[in-house]
């Protein structure tokens, strides 16, 4: 049974710093490739970050550069999002997926609030 589950939300001030951790199980998670999506209220959901699993390349949504920094481990099966000097626009429920264009596999998602 695959699983993707999401922890590390929470409420933040701007400027704050979070990180984010999802732990896969359940298929071949070295050879996805994974990313991070979130969707605010009354908004469509959106690609933060992506990485690939052989290479490590990352992509970020031009949003997030210089802010977020996305990174897997494959021996515990569980990828990260680093997320610093955040700001309320960041609010969100983020979601972990696994597979490209599109992801096959999706978290339940974690709520990040950045408010003051």
């Known amino acids: 049974q695959v699983q993707l589950v999401e922890s590390g939300g929470d409420l933040v001030q701007p400027g704050g710093s979070l990180r984010l951790s999802c732990a896969a199980s359940g298929f071949t998670f070295s050879s996805y490739v994974m990313s991070w999506y979130r969707q605010a209220p009354g908004k469509e959901r959106e690609l933060v970050a992506r990485?690939?699993?052989?290479?490590?390349?990352?992509n970020y949504a031009d949003s997030v550069k210089g802010r977020f920094t996305i990174s897997r481990d494959n021996a515990k099966k569980t990828i990260y999002l680093q997320m610093t000097n955040l700001k309320p626009e960041d609010t969100a429920v983020y979601y972990c997926?696994?597979?490209?264009?599109?992801?096959?596999?999706w978290g339940q998602g974690t709520q990040v609030t950045v408010s003051s």
């Open positions: 990485i690939f699993p052989s290479s490590g390349t990352t």
């Open positions: 997926s696994a597979g490209f264009l599109p992801p096959v596999y």
